[in-house]
């Protein structure tokens, strides 16, 4: 469940930590998590920004938030926006990332408008290897920076034609080897390696392998792949074969080796993919050098993407600059009515002031007091109050109080019944009991606004544990992994995947 969003009204002025002045253009996008918009700076050349809004509901996730934008704000590569500034909102629970605006369009508004909505390899090939360099350069930072939301619409065109740019570091990561970071931003599904669900996964470079797999196989095939999470149970669940079909399936004319260097890509299994987003680039690059019509772009048929970029862009300068008209208008028109309107309050004023030094007022004001209607002897009747909204601007969700489900246990390949029962919530914080994975005992957990859910349940005596952790979602399901810690809170090796549905324990 993701929080409704209150958006910046077009025209709003926003302020950062230096004083500097920006207005609110427009909306770029907004999600369950944030927006981003296009602002212009007030003082100086009046350049335009694009500034992405994170919710940031607890200090931890601020201080989160604060420590990758110091990281973003070094990296300097051509295919990525600069990061300039962060400042926060603390009362409005908001945090800012101020960065280049980058004018063009992303590949998912370009496939959408392509023939079957598949966009050529030959166009790949040449649009793509920017990112792929960007990549690179954000693995090889020290440490590595793991970008975990790589999709078409994370990946803008410039108008101006320099070649693609990988956007949106709202999910980036730093990578700590045999460390783990909790996060609970988990990607985008059908582009989210396994790693990334449940918000406790070890993510690294291979999880950008991912999801550049993910990527291309959408752009290529026109369809969107399985999400890894619903692969994962239906193959524990007995499906004979992974549910993702191979992209030549999909694309008779796709060579067969770049279809299976896809495959590699979005192995399930983080050890059986590339070990380097270049790696797999490289293998996509030979393999399609191989089939000369791969590489040959059908320019009649489909323009280039730089092409359709620029005249598909969806904030060209002339749009903005007659918003900045029409808003000019605008505060002319607003300035002008609040003057006529303090003069008229004026005048009114002062003839009430006259009309009530009269004689007169004294009498039409007893005439027309009106009369009590309390009984004798009777209490008077109490003003009524206008009643508050329930809970706070951004409730918790409500939990069931029972739930039920399965739990898949990744290192015996063993399917059980998950139970959560008898539920008590008190807003962030709730109680139950639980059975599943062969234990049961008391639970107990936290979530928070944005739907993120943590539990733990006590096992062996005190000596270990399992630790849960997911996201709500649509319909109250659940779903999440899960870990087994020893008594020192370390991870043992053990874990798995479960999923919950509001419903009543099976009778024994």
Same mark, same amino acid.
């Given at each position: 469940?993701?929080?409704?969003?209150?958006?910046?009204?077009?025209?709003?002025?926003?302020?950062?930590?230096?004083?500097?002045?920006?207005?609110?253009?427009? %909306? +770029? @996008?907004?999600? @369950?998590?944030?927006?981003?918009?296009?602002?212009?700076?007030?003082?100086?050349?009046?350049?335009?920004?694009?500034?992405?809004?994170?919710?940031?509901?607890?200090?931890? &996730?601020?201080?989160?938030? !604060?420590?990758?934008?110091?990281?973003?704000?070094?990296?300097?590569?051509?295919?990525?926006? $600069?990061?300039?500034?962060?400042?926060?909102?603390?009362?409005?629970?908001?945090?800012?990332?101020?960065?280049?605006?980058?004018?063009?369009?992303? +590949?998912?508004?370009?496939?959408?408008? #392509?023939?079957?909505? $598949?966009?050529?390899?030959?166009?790949?090939?040449?649009?793509?290897?920017?990112?792929?360099?960007? *990549?690179?350069?954000?693995?090889?930072?020290?440490?590595?920076?793991?970008?975990?939301?790589?999709?078409?619409?994370?990946?803008?065109?410039?108008?101006?034609?320099?070649?693609?740019?990988?956007?949106?570091?709202?999910?980036?990561? *730093?990578?700590?080897?045999? @460390?783990?970071?909790?996060?609970?931003?988990?990607? /985008?599904?059908?582009?989210?390696?396994?790693?990334?669900?449940?918000?406790?996964? $070890? /993510?690294?470079?291979?999880?950008?392998?991912?999801?550049?797999?993910? #990527?291309?196989?959408?752009?290529? /095939?026109?369809?969107?792949?399985?999400?890894?999470?619903?692969?994962?149970?239906?193959?524990?669940?007995?499906?004979?074969?992974?549910?993702?079909?191979?992209?030549?399936?999909?694309?008779?004319?796709?060579?067969?080796?770049?279809?299976?260097?896809?495959? %590699?890509?979005?192995?399930?299994?983080?050890?059986?993919?590339?070990?380097?987003?270049?790696?797999?680039?490289?293998?996509?690059?030979?393999?399609?050098? +191989?089939?000369? &019509?791969?590489?040959?772009?059908?320019?009649?048929?489909?323009?280039?993407?730089?092409?359709? !970029?620029?005249?598909?862009?969806?904030?060209?300068?002339?749009?903005?600059?007659?918003?900045?008209?029409?808003?000019?208008?605008?505060?002319?028109?607003?300035?002008?009515?609040?003057?006529?309107? !303090?003069?008229?309050?004026? *005048?009114?004023?002062?003839?009430?002031?006259?009309?009530?030094?009269?004689?007169?007022?004294?009498?039409?004001?007893?005439?027309?007091?009106?009369?009590?209607?309390?009984?004798?002897?009777?209490?008077?009747?109490?003003?009524?109050?206008?009643?508050?909204?329930?809970?706070?601007?951004?409730?918790?969700? !409500?939990?069931?109080?029972?739930?039920?489900?399965?739990?898949?246990?990744? +290192?015996?390949?063993?399917?059980?019944?998950?139970?959560?029962?008898?539920?008590?919530?008190?807003?962030?914080?709730?109680?139950?009991?639980?059975?599943?994975?062969?234990?049961?005992?008391? %639970?107990?957990?936290?979530?928070?606004?944005?739907?993120?859910?943590?539990?733990?349940?006590?096992?062996?005596?005190?000596?270990?544990?399992?630790?849960?952790?997911?996201?709500?979602?649509?319909?109250?399901?659940?779903?999440?992994?899960?870990?087994?810690?020893?008594?020192?809170?370390?991870?043992?090796?053990?874990? @798995?995947?479960?999923?919950?549905?509001?419903?009543?324990?099976?009778?024994?």
């Amino acid at each position: 469940m993701q929080r409704t969003q209150t958006r910046l009204r077009t025209g709003s002025i926003i302020k950062d930590p230096t004083q500097t002045r920006y207005r609110v253009e427009a %909306c +770029l @996008g907004t999600g @369950g998590f944030g927006s981003v918009y296009l602002v212009m700076e007030l003082r100086g050349s009046g350049k335009l920004f694009a500034l992405k809004e994170v919710v940031t509901t607890t200090e931890r &996730e601020r201080r989160s938030l !604060a420590l990758e934008a110091s990281l973003l704000m070094r990296l300097q590569h051509p295919a990525l926006p $600069r990061v300039y500034r962060f400042f926060d909102d603390v009362r409005n629970q908001r945090s800012y990332l101020l960065m280049d605006y980058i004018r063009g369009a992303n +590949l998912e508004e370009l496939r959408r408008l #392509t023939p079957g909505r $598949r966009i050529p390899l030959a166009h790949l090939l040449t649009t793509l290897e920017p990112v792929i360099d960007a *990549l690179d350069y954000l693995h090889s930072q020290q440490p590595p920076v793991i970008h975990r939301d790589i999709k078409p619409s994370n990946i803008i065109v410039p108008a101006a034609g320099r070649g693609a740019m990988l956007v949106d570091f709202g999910l980036a990561k *730093l990578y700590i080897p045999d @460390g783990m970071t909790t996060t609970i931003r988990q990607g /985008t599904p059908g582009y989210a390696a396994p790693e990334q669900y449940g918000g406790r996964g $070890r /993510t690294d470079i291979r999880t950008d392998v991912y999801g550049l797999g993910a #990527t291309l196989y959408t752009l290529l /095939t026109g369809q969107f792949p399985c999400d890894a999470f619903e692969r994962v149970l239906l193959l524990q669940n007995g499906a004979e074969r992974d549910p993702l079909r191979p992209a030549h399936e999909l694309v008779p004319g796709l060579p067969r080796a770049v279809s299976e260097d896809l495959q %590699c890509a979005l192995a399930l299994n983080s050890q059986e993919r590339f070990a380097s987003v270049r790696e797999f680039w490289r293998a996509v690059v030979s393999h399609a050098r +191989l089939d000369p &019509e791969a590489t040959t772009a059908p320019e009649e048929a489909t323009p280039s993407l730089e092409a359709m !970029a620029a005249s598909t862009e969806l904030f060209p300068e002339r749009k903005v600059q007659e918003n900045l008209r029409q808003a000019h208008r605008r505060r002319r028109r607003l300035v002008l009515s609040a003057l006529i309107l !303090a003069l008229v309050l004026t *005048l009114v004023a002062g003839a009430v002031a006259i009309g009530l030094s009269s004689p007169l007022h004294s009498l039409v004001a007893r005439s027309l007091a009106p009369r009590s209607s309390t009984a004798p002897g009777s209490a008077p009747a109490k003003a009524t109050s206008q009643v508050p909204l329930a809970g706070d601007a951004y409730p918790y969700p !409500a939990l069931f109080a029972d739930y039920v489900g399965t739990a898949q246990d990744l +290192l015996t390949s063993t399917r059980t019944l998950l139970v959560l029962s008898h539920l008590q919530q008190h807003q962030g914080r709730f109680s139950g009991f639980f059975s599943g994975l062969g234990q049961s005992g008391p %639970c107990s957990g936290t979530l928070n606004q944005q739907g993120v859910i943590h539990f733990t349940v006590s096992i062996y005596g005190g000596k270990a544990s399992l630790v849960f952790e997911g996201m709500i979602k649509v319909g109250s399901q659940m779903a999440g992994s899960f870990e087994v810690h020893d008594e020192n809170n370390r991870f043992t090796g053990e874990s @798995g995947l479960w999923s919950l549905s509001p419903g009543f324990p099976p009778s024994q």
